[in-house]
């Protein structure tokens, strides 16, 4: 019963994996200390394992990527790096077990971004033992995306140490600026967002782009605005100075009150562009968080249509540099679905490919023995009557081809 989750207990699938490998331990420890490590017993435990932790179709692989991120973020401090590189062998032997590694990899890469992108990864050497270990189970093909985020963080380094000294610290309006520059196809897909910009950042963007396409000619910049984030110089009352870290779109809502005391939140939300959900959230970390930085009318912890609010001068905290955590929107059942989604999607390319692979190899052959070959190639679980759909889409593209006489057999195409 610990891996199924007939009443979806979230509390349950929070603590499945830790669950599995307590389990694990004890039965291989039985196995050492009553059978001598048997070869028979241990290959039976093993296949046991993969039996009943494939019960449950992707979401253990899911579950085993958010753990992995649990112990790879910043602010871990369960264990030390050999007790992190022991956990991690730990895990890797449950991962061996998983079928659907891809459904794994899809939530390994989207956590992966966060810690990388915001500076949250507790280790890099960590980092990349894992990921190491990840190669060594799956391949080059499994990590290529994985590592080529690692790349590009190392390659966005030297662009901005290139930029810092082109531009000889002239930067407009005294803002300082660094960018990472991220390859579309490695990371997780983000929706744009536009947002109106302070002149200054804009004509630093138009400056940065300018120096980037001189080196990068034929390149094409897109500027996520969900992803960055600042550090203000705020003054309170008596002229005390504080640093805030922040997100872009609470930058942008701090300020506004440069020009003016108060805003409404139909006010803040013409003057930013920032979606309303999102502007709710990043006003709510603002005004009702643990830094309230601004005050809010009237008072409350939700943020609703004609609140308007105030910059707070009276704020005070004992750490000049101050991190307001953005209230996060937390993973909804829709995220999950909609990333379990773009690997199903991400699947049928490759049962497609192995379609027409076996059937350019072999030429002819019945529905059953194809059937067949598919369920020995493929690395991922998948059902019949998905298999006949993908079978049904290629021969409506003309990549094989029913036999006139017999309809169960298929012959390639050409």
């Not at 499994?142 to 390659?155: A, C, I, N």
Request: proline share 2%; aromatic share 10%; charged share 30%.
């Amino acid at each position: 019963m610990i891996i199924l989750n007939i009443d979806n207990n979230p509390d349950k699938d929070r603590d499945m994996v830790q669950q599995l490998l307590d389990f694990k331990e004890k039965i291989y420890s039985i196995i050492s200390r009553c059978f001598t490590t048997s070869e028979k017993f241990v290959n039976c435990t093993k296949e046991a394992f993969e039996t009943f932790i494939n019960q449950r179709q992707n979401k253990p692989a899911e579950l085993i990527a958010k753990y992995v991120d649990s112990k790879l973020r910043a602010g871990n401090k369960e264990a030390s790096e050999e007790e992190l590189e022991r956990l991690l062998d730990k895990i890797m032997v449950l991962f061996r077990f998983i079928h659907g590694k891809d459904v794994f990899e899809a939530f390994y890469k989207k956590d992966l971004a966060k810690r990388l992108l915001v500076g949250k990864s507790a280790s890099v050497d960590a980092e990349k033992s894992m990921l190491s270990k990840l190669k060594h189970e799956c391949g080059a093909g499994f990590t290529g995306k994985l590592e080529g985020m690692f790349k590009d963080m190392e390659l966005s380094k030297d662009i901005m140490l290139a930029f810092k000294q082109h531009q000889w610290n002239a930067y407009p309006g005294g803002v300082d600026l660094s960018v990472s520059i991220l390859t579309m196809g490695y990371w997780p897909t983000y929706v744009p967002m536009d947002v109106h910009l302070p002149v200054e950042m804009v004509e630093l963007q138009e400056i940065f782009k300018r120096f980037y396409l001189s080196k990068h000619s034929g390149r094409k910049l897109q500027w996520q605005s969900t992803l960055g984030h600042c550090v203000i110089r705020a003054t309170f009352a008596d002229k005390v100075k504080k640093e805030l870290q922040v997100s872009l779109f609470q930058t942008l809502c701090l300020l506004l009150f440069n020009e003016g005391n108060e805003f409404s939140l139909e006010e803040i939300k013409q003057a930013t562009a920032v979606e309303e959900g999102e502007l709710k959230r990043t006003l709510q970390s603002l005004a009702c968080g643990k830094a309230r930085v601004l005050t809010k009318i009237p008072k409350g912890k939700e943020i609703d249509d004609g609140d308007k609010f105030h910059f707070n001068p009276d704020f005070k905290h004992k750490l000049f540099r101050i991190k307001i955590n953005q209230i996060q929107m937390k993973e909804t059942q829709e995220e999950n679905v909609s990333t379990t989604e773009r690997v199903f999607h991400d699947r049928q390319y490759q049962v497609d490919a192995a379609i027409v692979r076996i059937m350019k190899t072999r030429k002819m052959l019945t529905h059953n023995l194809l059937i067949s070959e598919l369920y020995n190639q493929l690395k991922f679980p998948v059902k019949p009557s998905d298999l006949k759909k993908r079978i049904e889409s290629l021969i409506d593209r003309d990549y094989m081809e029913r036999n006139k006489e017999n309809s169960n057999t298929y012959h390639y195409v050409a």
